[in-house]
C-alpha cells in the first residue's frame, strides 16, 4: 500500500473495505461520512453497515478478517465486548475501557477510542477553551466515561450527575485516578446550574422528542450547552438552553470529529472534514423531509 499524505491519497492494488459493526447499525450515518470522505481524498475504499449480534461477535470478527476488511468502527453494544478480541489496545481505549475504531495490520487487530477526543476536538473547532471551566455531564454511560476521561488530562472541574449516583461516583472516581478533578451525585438540578460553564448531555433522553427530566431554571447564560443527539437537532434540553441564554450545539460535530479521528488512526493521514460534515448534512436533511 502506497501513503501520500501531501495529497491525502492513499492507493494499492485491492480496494480497502472498512465497516460500522454493532446491533442494530441501520441508523448510522458512518457510511455516508467516510464514504464521502474516500470520494475526495481519492481513497478507493468502500464503507457497509454490518449487523453482528453481541453472541456472535466471534464468528463476525472471523468473517471481517476472512474478508479482508482492513478496519471498522463499533458502535453500541460491542464497544467494550470486542477488547477480548484485539491484539493491542491504544492508550486511551485502555483509559476508556471501550473501543469504537479498529485497525487491521497483518491479520491483527488494533483497538482504539476516538469517541471522547472527538468531542474536544469538535468544542476546540468552536474556540471553547477548557482551562479552568466547570463541566457537568449529564449521564455517566459510555460515552459520558470516554468524554470524562478525555477531559481528565484537561485543566477542568467535573461534575458527573446520574440517575443512578454510584455509577456518577465511580465514573468520578476513575477521572481522579488519572489525574483529574471529578465528583459525582444525583441526577437532578441544584447549585451547579449557576456555576457551569459547559452542560454536557450524554444520554438518550430526547431522542424521541421528549421533554428533559428538568428545567434548567437558574443556569448560568454564558455557559454553553451539549447535547450528544444529532436527530432531532434541537432536543427538548437545547431549547430549554436556548430559552436561558445558553450557547448550544447538538452531537452532530462530536460524530465528524471521531470520524476525523479514526481516520488518523487508519491512514495516518488528514480527513476531508468538509466533505465528511456536508455528507451527514445532507443525510439529516432527507431524513427529517
Not at 12 to 21: P, R, S, T, W
Not at 48 to 65: C, F, V, W
Not at 109 to 127: I, M, S, W
Not at 273 to 280: E, G, I, N, T, Y
Request: glycine content about 8%.
Amino acid at each position: 500500500m502506497m501513503i501520500e499524505t501531501d495529497n491525502v491519497k492513499i492507493g494499492g492494488l485491492n480496494k480497502l473495505k472498512y465497516a460500522i459493526i454493532g446491533y442494530p447499525v441501520a441508523h448510522s450515518l458512518s457510511p455516508e461520512m467516510h464514504e464521502a470522505g474516500f470520494k475526495t481524498a481519492g481513497i478507493d475504499a468502500t464503507y457497509e453497515r454490518i449487523t453482528i449480534h453481541p453472541l456472535e461477535l466471534t464468528a463476525g470478527i472471523s468473517d471481517l478478517k476472512a474478508n479482508h476488511f482492513n478496519g471498522f468502527n463499533v458502535t453500541y453494544p460491542l464497544k467494550e465486548k470486542i477488547i477480548p478480541f484485539l491484539d493491542g489496545l491504544t492508550s486511551e481505549a485502555q483509559a476508556i475501557g471501550a473501543v469504537n475504531t479498529v485497525k487491521i495490520e497483518n491479520g491483527l487487530l488494533y483497538g482504539h477510542n476516538t469517541d471522547g477526543q472527538g468531542f474536544v476536538e469538535a468544542l476546540r473547532r468552536q474556540d471553547f477553551d477548557f482551562n479552568s471551566k466547570k463541566v457537568v455531564i449529564l449521564g455517566a454511560g459510555g460515552a459520558a466515561k470516554a468524554i470524562a476521561v478525555s477531559l481528565a488530562c484537561l485543566n477542568v472541574y467535573l461534575l458527573i450527575l446520574n440517575r443512578t449516583s454510584e455509577k456518577a461516583a465511580a465514573l468520578a472516581e476513575q477521572v481522579n485516578l488519572l489525574g483529574g478533578k471529578a465528583s459525582g451525585d444525583i441526577l437532578a438540578p441544584g447549585t451547579w446550574l449557576e456555576s457551569v460553564d459547559l452542560l454536557v448531555q450524554t444520554t438518550s433522553v430526547g431522542m424521541k422528542s421528549e421533554p428533559y427530566l428538568f428545567d434548567l431554571q437558574g443556569i448560568n447564560p454564558a455557559a454553553w450547552a451539549v447535547d450528544l443527539i444529532y436527530n432531532p437537532a434541537v432536543t427538548s434540553l437545547l431549547s430549554n438552553a436556548a430559552l436561558h441564554g445558553c450557547r448550544t450545539f447538538n452531537g452532530l460535530d462530536m460524530l465528524l470529529f471521531q470520524g476525523v479521528l479514526a481516520w488518523d488512526f487508519w491512514f495516518g493521514v488528514k480527513a476531508p472534514v468538509d466533505s465528511m460534515r456536508k455528507a451527514l448534512v445532507d443525510k439529516l436533511s432527507v431524513c427529517s423531509e
